[in-house]
């Protein structure tokens, strides 16, 4: 049978050409290529006037949530239950109207993109209506509060991923049992939440790394670890060509709230990445927000698939050639040269 040596130079400059222009093309579509189709669509903003505001007021707010826009989704509220909108991540700013003034809303458990674009739109709308505006945010986020929701996301991936990539290498041919595979993800997951929960005290000492935080850390390393320990376990290194993508795409989805997302990359790759939940999950309870069921139920659901890889039976390694007993018949063994050789004398 060929092998790659046996091909001529050309064959091989070309072949090799082309899997890297595939490589580029992958990784263009699952990263570049998010950020170079980003445009608004149906970002969720609100309106809010008081129950005792003036008619006139309640006309603009009632004017405003029905002008027709492809970028923009308006709803009319008022200023408390539009701040618990915002607590929930229901809507990204609030418009808060008052006789003469305005306030633009905003929060820090938003998404940093989402609460971008709201604050050029609100501050937009208040100036386009004559109205001084002012900004408040709530729960401010510092630089390391917004960076380190999706930060924490990528190195608990990565640090499951290069402890399972080198188990599995490590291991080689061996036979390993359940148990051992459960000690390297659990231990994986441990030391990659303390690295994790170290970087949030080196980079803000603000930051709450109180039960809830280290809890649903300690979740998402968990469901990250046993999944990437199963893939493995079934797939060896070749499971790195699914895995390994992964991780490149996360910082390009999950970095972006859905409606500023190509329609096709919030399909085909936002709609499930698992980072986009662990981020925002992270996010609320780092900025005292509200932490949705099924940021918790999904990475309950991945570590109980990863469970499933780890028991499913896989299949027997075949034993080397090397270690192969050879069965040498007797007539055979008559035409060895030894054998030839002694029977001359």
Do not use: C
Request: net charge neutral.
């Amino acid at each position: 049978m060929a092998t790659p040596h046996d091909r001529p130079p050309a064959v091989l400059a070309v072949a090799t050409a082309v899997v890297g222009a595939l490589v580029a093309l992958v990784l263009g579509l699952l990263t570049f290529g998010v950020q170079a189709t980003v445009h608004p669509a149906d970002v969720p903003l609100a309106v809010a006037v008081g129950p005792d505001a003036p008619p006139q007021l309640k006309a603009v707010a009632d004017k405003l949530a029905g002008t027709g826009s492809a970028e923009v989704s308006w709803r009319v509220t008022t200023p408390d239950e539009g701040r618990e909108l915002l607590r929930s991540q229901d809507v990204y700013g609030v418009l808060e109207l008052a006789p003469g003034a305005a306030t633009v809303v905003l929060s820090g458990a938003v998404n940093p993109s989402g609460t971008q674009v709201a604050q050029q739109v609100l501050g937009g709308v208040a100036q386009g209506a004559g109205l001084p505006a002012k900004v408040v945010t709530l729960d401010p986020a510092s630089a390391a509060g917004r960076t380190a929701p999706l930060a924490a996301s990528a190195l608990l991936w990565i640090g499951g991923l290069v402890a399972g990539a080198a188990f599995t290498v490590l291991a080689g041919r061996r036979v390993v049992g359940l148990g051992a595979r459960l000690l390297g993800a659990s231990l994986a997951a441990v030391l990659a939440v303390a690295v994790v929960a170290g970087f949030f005290a080196l980079w803000d000492s603000n930051l709450p790394l109180d039960a809830g935080v280290l809890g649903y850390l300690a979740l998402v390393a968990v469901a990250f670890a046993l999944l990437q320990t199963g893939l493995l376990r079934l797939l060896g290194l070749r499971a790195m060509a699914v895995l390994g993508p992964l991780y490149l795409m996360a910082p390009a989805v999950a970095g972006q709230v859905p409606e500023l997302l190509n329609p096709a990359y919030r399909v085909v790759l936002w709609s499930w990445t698992p980072f986009r939940f662990s981020t925002e999950g992270l996010r609320a309870l780092l900025q005292n927000g509200t932490l949705d069921s099924a940021q918790v139920w999904v990475f309950v659901g991945i570590a109980v698939a990863g469970l499933l890889l780890l028991v499913l039976p896989a299949k027997k390694a075949q034993p080397d050639p090397a270690d192969r007993v050879v069965d040498v018949r007797v007539d055979q063994a008559d035409r060895l040269p030894g054998a030839q050789h002694q029977r001359t004398a």
